[in-house]
Structure formats: C-alpha cells, structure tokens
C-alpha cells in the first residue's frame, strides 16, 4: 500500500471486539491512500492545499518579531527587548532544513506518476498536468529557501525508502553545489511555466506569473552572489557547495532579466493605482485589497469565513486606537524613516535642527514629514498620521521655553504646566515613553498590511489581510537591477521610474543616475517589512559593512549602500509651552535612541548562510559544514 498522504476526522468508535484476522487486514478509516486520493479531484486539491500551507517564509504575519531583528524597527514588546542587546546573531539563525517536506513533495509527484486516475478525457488530464506543476513549483520554490539560507543542499528528487538491511550509507547525499540548487530552481521552474494558467484573479496558487517570478528572482540571488561574493572570498567552500564563480554572473542575470520581461511584457499584471488622489493611502492598500488588484502575484492567503486569520494587527495597530488595549509591536526606526527621498529625487536627513543647530518650528508634527516619497506615509504611521477615521496620539510632551520638559510616564499622562492651576495631559496616549511597550517608542507606527477592517484588532476576529510573496513592482526592480548589471541603464532606469511615479516622483531620473546604491535603495524603501532585507543584504554581500558591530550614530549618508547601520534610532515630537512667546504651540522633534537597545547589529561572517546541526553531519557525514563557523 502506498504512503498515506491525509488524515481525516473519524466519528466514530467500534461497538464491539473484532477478530486479529479481521482488525489486521481491515481498511483504515482516519487516513487515504494516495490512490483513493487521485480519485478524487477535491482530494487532490486538498493535499496540494496543504503543501502550500507548509512554504516557510522566514518573515511573516505569523511571526511579527522577527521583523525587528534588524535595523528597519525596534520591538516595543517586554518579550523581545533582548533583539536590541544581543550584539551578534547566532549562526543557526534563519535556517532551514526540512527534507520530511521534501520527502511529502516527492510522495506526492510519484504518486501522479505512478496512478492512472484522472487520466481520461482532455479536461482532466490538463488538470492533473497543472496539480504536478503547481507540486514542482512548492518543491522548486522550498530548495529556493534552502539555498538562500544554507548554500548547497542535498538534492533529492524521489522519495527515499529505507530497506532495514543495517546499513543507511546509500540514502546518505552530499552536498550539491550552491549553483546547481540555482539550476535545478531556474530549470525546473522553466519547465512547468507553461503548464500553470497565465491568470491574474488567482492569488494562493501557482500560476504562469508566480513561476516567472519566482525565476527572476532566484536567477538575480545567484548573479549577486557571484558577483559579489568575490568581495568575500573567505565566504566559500572548496567543493562549491557556498559560493558560485564570478564567471557565472552574466548569465543569471540574463535569465533574471529574461524571466522579468516575460512577465512585464504579458500584460497581465500592473501597479496598483487604485486611490491615485492619496498616493499615501494607495501604496498602504497593495496589501490590503483583495479586490481587481492586479500588482499581486502569489501570496498566502486568509480567510475569516474559514477561520484561518492571523493576529498581526492585534499585535501592531496604534495603542490609542485599538480594539484590545495593545498593539504597537513593531515600531520603525528613525533609520528607514529618513531614507525614504524628498519629491526632488534628493536625499536628506529630517530637518530637525537648522544650519545653527537650533531646533525647527513647525506648525504641525506632519508638517517634517511633507514632500516626501509617498511610500514613507503608505509604510510607516508618523506623528499626526490618522488611522480608520481616527488621529494619532504621538507626542513625547511639553518643551518649556527654557528647554525643560514636562512630560509623564504613562501614556495620556496628566501633569502641571507652568502659571496652570490645574493638570493637563501631557504626554500622547500613543507614547513615546521610554521602556514602555506596546506603544510608539520610536515615535514611529507600522501602517504596511496593520489593517483598518472593523474587528481585525479584536482577538476574537483578528485579519484576514493576505501576505504577500511577490508582486508586480519587484518584477519591475528585478529587471531593473538585471539591466543595470548587464550594462544597460537606459532601461533600467525605464523600469525604475516606473515604480517611482506610483510613489509621486514627477520628476523621472536619468540612466546617469543608476548607480549600485541607488538600486539597493529603491529596495530598501519599496520593500520595507515584506521579507526582503536579510536576503538582499547577503546576496550583496552588504551585511558585514552595514551591521558591522560598531555603535556608529544615525548616518547623514542616507543613499551609501554600505553605510553602516546598527541601532534603530527614534524621532520624538514635543509640543512648545511658551505662552508669551511667538513660538507657542509648534512642534519640535529630537531624536533618541530607546534606553532598551544596548548593543549594536554584528553581523559576521559566519552568518551568510546558516549553520547545519551537529545531528544532521553525524547521520550523514558527507554533509560539509558552512564556513567561518
């Protein structure tokens, strides 16, 4: 009998005692063969259902904090103060190694190999044809995350069985190659792109555009790391299995750009541009609407009428507006803040202070923030910014004329100002307040996918807001950083502006103006909190410079792509209490750094990709350990 593929609920008990005879050659009434499964079209749906259910993404809406483990925020939560005092990251981090995934993956293709079910009229072959290239896509995407995390893996293409004979060695396999997990993903990948519906309106499955995708990207991982990991030559491994040859670059990043195109040039996706009067609030609706939304590519999808929702809203709308007297997890840093560029295609740090060093007067905390890439306010709640009909509460408090603060440390404190007989509120009930979570530390909120549906900040209701793993606008920077790399920046530039006038830039840069660092920036402030920064900086081999151990403070040089950046900072607004002055009523901002964030990112070598147990080498001791570990 073949391997059991799902379990089913049974609902019912044995009234009586049955013969060892009968028990042992009866039929089990919990679990289908995958026979009985391949008989059945909702059956098969049901087990490819649950393949992609088991995709690992590192970052997710399941898993809010590890979205703080870098310099993008700081994690306004008790539980997780420790991300900002562990100076150096461990080398297990981040990885991966799950070959009882792999093993289901290849049950299941040899199952459809092997059975003669849906094997009648044209309809259900092309059905049964499009279940195993949706099954090849999970297993070509899961060796993608196997490869950026660990370099060369196991290539295992069968179910393996073990015959009892005492002796494992021959289901022991080496390492392959770091660039041959490329090739088989960028192959594999090109073989079922044409096997899989070429639809916009479907989302959670593979499709023509998820798999092309998937190849761009896998394809400019590899060029990167080719080309620049001869920056990092210690990074490698003698037999291959970590590091690709610099001679190997050209040609992935011609498949990169290949497969891009191909998608560009369907027609089938675009950039969303639902809301062109608030570009803001349409950057932030991507990841909300799930209606004609044609910039979505794959995702993981929820649903409230099935149950299957998640709680990152509960853990991440503003603490003033919420539905469950928290939220506020994720707070951005004053580091990504600033580097979203000014309307001019200028970068510069907020203007706190003038050329004097005196700070500036504003009418409005939202008045610093103005004429900046619209990406900023669809990413990231400032001070001031409103949320489902409500404005926010950030402000640190009162600035006396003298310089003195009057503020408190709970939220929505009450304190006494001076020449007033009685107590006024003095500090925002979003915070900021040193230590205090749950609330605005940085003086900054998360917008990107926290959701405004009535209920979706209940516990009992939470959101049904999809996460997105690719979309259209990262087909268009593939493309770009592809043509920039093989020497053309006319185009790239073409595909960048693109990109860019969604976010409000009117004025279109030039091929002179695309530049490495430029590439890696419009990454940096397009992709924010989709899952995208840790991969990008190793792939460039940038994370050594950037989280290089050093407490170095808020860098000036906001487009340098090696700029280090260790410490998230934060931004604080206080109002002036000066009754008799012209200055009564403005806003003032100073920057911090949260009291909770004692030592800075180290990342080291040792952590470009990520270490394989002492368990896993012992069983198989072909398996070679990753380097500088």
Same mark, same amino acid.
């Given at each position: 009998?073949?391997?059991?593929?799902?379990?089913?609920?049974?609902?019912?008990?044995f009234?009586?005692?049955?013969?060892?005879?009968e028990f042992?050659?009866?039929?089990?009434?919990?679990?289908?063969?995958y026979?009985?499964?391949?008989?059945?079209e909702?059956?098969v749906?049901?087990?490819?259902?649950?393949?992609?259910?088991?995709?690992?993404?590192?970052?997710?809406l399941?898993?809010?904090?590890?979205?703080?483990?870098?310099?993008?925020?700081?994690?306004?939560?008790f539980?997780d103060?420790?991300?900002?005092?562990?100076?150096?990251?461990?080398y297990?981090?981040?990885?991966?190694?799950?070959?009882g995934f792999?093993?289901?993956?290849?049950?299941?293709?040899?199952?459809?190999?092997?059975?003669?079910?849906?094997?009648?009229d044209?309809?259900?072959?092309?059905?049964?044809?499009?279940?195993?290239?949706?099954?090849?896509?999970?297993?070509?995407?899961?060796?993608?995350?196997?490869?950026?995390?660990?370099?060369?893996?196991?290539l295992i293409l069968?179910?393996?069985?073990?015959?009892?004979?005492?002796?494992?060695?021959?289901?022991q396999?080496?390492r392959?190659k770091e660039?041959?997990?490329y090739?088989?993903v960028?192959?594999?990948?090109e073989?079922?792109?044409g096997r899989?519906?070429?639809?916009?309106?479907?989302?959670?499955?593979?499709?023509?555009?998820?798999?092309l995708?998937?190849?761009a990207?896998?394809?400019?991982?590899?060029?990167?790391?080719?080309k620049?990991?001869?920056?990092?030559?210690?990074?490698?491994?003698p037999g291959?299995?970590?590091?690709?040859?610099?001679?190997?670059?050209?040609?992935?990043?011609?498949t990169?750009?290949?497969?891009?195109e191909?998608v560009?040039?369907?027609?089938?996706?675009?950039?969303?541009?639902?809301?062109?009067?608030? @570009?803001?609030?349409?950057?932030s609706?991507?990841?909300?609407?799930k209606?004609a939304?044609?910039?979505v590519i794959?995702?993981?999808?929820?649903?409230?009428?099935?149950?299957?929702?998640?709680?990152?809203?509960?853990?991440?709308?503003?603490?003033?507006?919420?539905?469950?007297?928290?939220?506020?997890?994720?707070n951005?840093?004053?580091?990504?803040?600033?580097s979203?560029e000014?309307?001019?295609?200028t970068?510069?740090? @907020?203007?706190i202070?003038?050329?004097?060093?005196?700070?500036?007067?504003?009418?409005?905390?939202?008045?610093l923030?103005?004429?900046?890439?619209?990406?900023?306010g669809?990413?990231?709640?400032?001070?001031?910014?409103?949320?489902?009909g409500?404005?926010?509460?950030?402000?640190?408090?009162?600035?006396l004329?003298?310089?003195?603060?009057?503020?408190?440390?709970?939220?929505?404190g009450?304190?006494?100002?001076?020449?007033?007989?009685n107590d006024?509120?003095?500090?925002?009930?979003?915070g900021?307040?040193?230590?205090?979570?749950?609330?605005a530390?940085t003086?900054?909120? @998360?917008?990107?996918?926290?959701d405004?549906?009535?209920g979706a900040?209940?516990?009992?209701?939470?959101?049904?807001v999809w996460?997105?793993?690719y979309?259209?606008?990262?087909?268009?920077?593939?493309?770009?950083?592809a043509?920039?790399?093989?020497?053309?920046?006319q185009k790239?530039?073409?595909y960048?502006?693109q990109?860019r006038?969604?976010?409000?830039?009117?004025?279109d840069l030039?091929?002179?103006?695309?530049?490495?660092d430029?590439?890696?920036?419009?990454?940096?402030?397009e992709f924010?909190?989709?899952?995208?920064?840790?991969?990008?900086?190793?792939r460039?081999?940038?994370?050594?410079l950037v989280?290089?151990?050093?407490?170095?403070?808020?860098?000036t040089n906001?487009?340098?792509a090696?700029?280090?950046?260790?410490r998230?900072?934060?931004l604080?607004?206080?109002?002036?209490y000066?009754?008799?002055?012209?200055?009564?009523?403005?806003w003032?901002?100073?920057?911090?750094?949260p009291?909770?964030?004692?030592?800075?990112?180290?990342?080291? @070598?040792?952590?470009?990709?990520?270490f394989?147990?002492?368990?896993?080498r012992n069983?198989?001791?072909?398996i070679?350990?990753?380097p500088?570990?």
């Amino acid at each position: 009998m073949k391997k059991y593929i799902i379990a089913i609920i049974v609902a019912c008990s044995f009234a009586s005692c049955q013969k060892d005879s009968e028990f042992l050659t009866r039929e089990p009434t919990d679990i289908l063969t995958y026979e009985q499964v391949w008989s059945d079209e909702k059956l098969v749906l049901a087990a490819v259902a649950d393949l992609y259910d088991r995709l690992p993404d590192y970052q997710q809406l399941t898993n809010w904090w590890e979205f703080t483990n870098f310099d993008e925020a700081f994690a306004s939560n008790f539980g997780d103060y420790w991300r900002h005092k562990n100076q150096e990251w461990g080398y297990g981090d981040w990885g991966y190694w799950d070959y009882g995934f792999i093993r289901d993956i290849n049950l299941f293709l040899q199952a459809a190999e092997e059975t003669d079910q849906m094997e009648g009229d044209a309809t259900e072959v092309a059905l049964k044809e499009r279940f195993i290239a949706e099954v090849r896509f999970i297993r070509a995407y899961t060796y993608f995350e196997f490869v950026k995390r660990m370099g060369g893996v196991p290539l295992i293409l069968e179910p393996m069985q073990y015959d009892y004979s005492g002796d494992p060695t021959y289901l022991q396999h080496a390492r392959a190659k770091e660039h041959e997990i490329y090739d088989f993903v960028i192959a594999e990948l090109e073989a079922i792109k044409g096997r899989l519906p070429d639809e916009v309106a479907t989302k959670s499955r593979a499709t023509k555009g998820a798999v092309l995708a998937t190849q761009a990207r896998a394809a400019l991982y590899a060029a990167s790391i080719a080309k620049y990991g001869a920056t990092t030559p210690q990074v490698s491994l003698p037999g291959g299995e970590v590091g690709i040859p610099s001679d190997m670059a050209s040609g992935y990043y011609q498949t990169a750009l290949a497969a891009a195109e191909e998608v560009i040039n369907s027609g089938v996706y675009s950039l969303y541009m639902q809301r062109p009067q608030n @570009l803001e609030e349409n950057f932030s609706y991507i990841f909300l609407d799930k209606n004609a939304n044609n910039e979505v590519i794959f995702v993981k999808d929820y649903k409230l009428q099935s149950g299957k929702v998640h709680g990152f809203t509960v853990s991440n709308q503003p603490r003033s507006l919420s539905e469950e007297a928290q939220g506020g997890r994720i707070n951005p840093s004053l580091n990504l803040v600033q580097s979203f560029e000014r309307l001019d295609n200028t970068y510069a740090p @907020l203007a706190i202070l003038d050329a004097n060093g005196e700070q500036v007067r504003y009418d409005a905390p939202t008045d610093l923030f103005a004429g900046r890439d619209a990406r900023l306010g669809g990413t990231v709640m400032v001070p001031g910014s409103t949320f489902k009909g409500g404005n926010l509460d950030i402000w640190a408090g009162y600035q006396l004329a003298n310089g003195n603060i009057i503020t408190s440390d709970v939220p929505g404190g009450r304190g006494r100002l001076p020449g007033v007989q009685n107590d006024v509120q003095v500090v925002g009930y979003d915070g900021p307040i040193d230590g205090f979570e749950w609330i605005a530390q940085t003086g900054f909120y @998360l917008r990107k996918y926290v959701d405004p549906t009535p209920g979706a900040g209940q516990i009992g209701t939470n959101s049904e807001v999809w996460w997105i793993r690719y979309r259209y606008s990262e087909v268009l920077l593939n493309a770009a950083e592809a043509a920039f790399e093989l020497g053309d920046a006319q185009k790239a530039v073409g595909y960048m502006n693109q990109v860019r006038r969604r976010a409000g830039f009117q004025t279109d840069l030039n091929a002179t103006d695309i530049t490495f660092d430029r590439i890696v920036h419009e990454r940096k402030v397009e992709f924010a909190f989709e899952g995208h920064q840790l991969w990008d900086m190793k792939r460039w081999r940038l994370a050594h410079l950037v989280w290089n151990g050093t407490n170095h403070p808020l860098t000036t040089n906001i487009g340098n792509a090696d700029e280090p950046s260790t410490r998230p900072f934060g931004l604080w607004p206080y109002q002036i209490y000066d009754p008799n002055g012209s200055d009564d009523g403005k806003w003032v901002f100073r920057q911090i750094l949260p009291r909770e964030v004692t030592n800075p990112d180290r990342f080291r @070598l040792g952590n470009y990709y990520s270490f394989i147990s002492d368990d896993i080498r012992n069983r198989n001791p072909k398996i070679v350990r990753n380097p500088n570990q």
